[in-house]
């Protein structure tokens, strides 16, 4: 299977939603290719490098991730200058074999569908529980307390209404933001996932962590693997919440839109 690649400093989760300006031509054409074919692409990390390509012309020299997300475009709007302000939602992960500098303006990689193993784990429902039951502390402890100037969470998942029918199932899927008016019309659909997998892939998507940390989760063997991460990484916030060593600053130029 061959995609174009996006690389980004961000990583993308199966179920979240990833807004994304799109200003570069070689990313003009490949959203408008991905539009016309109705074809998704690839959003995977840059370890080393810029998503911008060097204004001198330049080879540009990125060091990316092995493991990434394949992402569909949910909305995009047309801007006058030509570019393109996309909402893309991840909706599974693909390893890379090899990369195409050569073959259109963006990068292009064949790659392998990577899916979770059926989990068979005796302790996967105990595990579930406890990180889901953390996570909630988690989220409360994010919250702001009194003369603490901390951002909100703009945090987008997509959700389905259970109750819609078959037919409209596209059209009833919703990008919501905890906290947002659009989450709080369909709060009574969103439920926690009780698919190991969803919910590894939901909470890896949320907490609030560096990338290379993401990336970690996303590149974990399978849902059971994914879960004992986050139970670690839950195990190192809470204690920084709980203390107020480490609160959540919201970084305006990374939390509100992806650029490229």
Do not use: N
């Amino acid at each position: 299977m061959q995609i174009p690649l996006f690389p980004l400093h961000a990583v993308l989760s199966p179920g979240l939603a990833l807004p994304i300006h799109v200003f570069e031509e070689r990313y003009r054409v490949l959203v408008r290719r991905c539009l016309d074919e109705r074809a998704p692409f690839g959003v995977v990390l840059i370890r080393e490098g810029s998503e911008v390509a060097p204004r001198d012309g330049r080879a540009q020299e990125l060091a990316i991730a092995t493991v990434g997300t394949l992402a569909e475009i949910r909305e995009a709007s047309r801007l006058r200058d030509g570019g393109w302000d996309l909402l893309a939602v991840g909706v599974s992960r693909f390893a890379i074999r090899t990369v195409h500098t050569d073959l259109e303006p963006y990068i292009v990689a064949d790659v392998e569908p990577l899916d979770d193993p059926s989990c068979d784990d005796a302790d996967a429902d105990g595990l579930m529980a406890r990180v889901t039951r953390r996570f909630v502390d988690y989220l409360r402890l994010l919250q702001p307390r009194d003369g603490e100037a901390t951002g909100p969470l703009d945090i987008q998942v997509e959700v389905e209404v259970p109750d819609a029918d078959e037919a409209e199932a596209d059209a009833a899927r919703v990008v919501a933001s905890p906290g947002s008016d659009e989450a709080h019309d369909h709060a009574s659909t969103l439920r926690i996932p009780d698919d190991p997998s969803q919910l590894s892939y939901l909470l890896s998507g949320i907490i609030q962590v560096e990338a290379a940390r993401k990336q970690q989760l996303l590149e974990a063997p399978d849902a059971v693997t994914r879960l004992r991460l986050l139970d670690e990484l839950l195990d190192r916030e809470l204690v920084l919440l709980r203390a107020r060593l480490a609160p959540y600053l919201a970084d305006g130029r990374v939390a509100a839109t992806r650029t490229s």
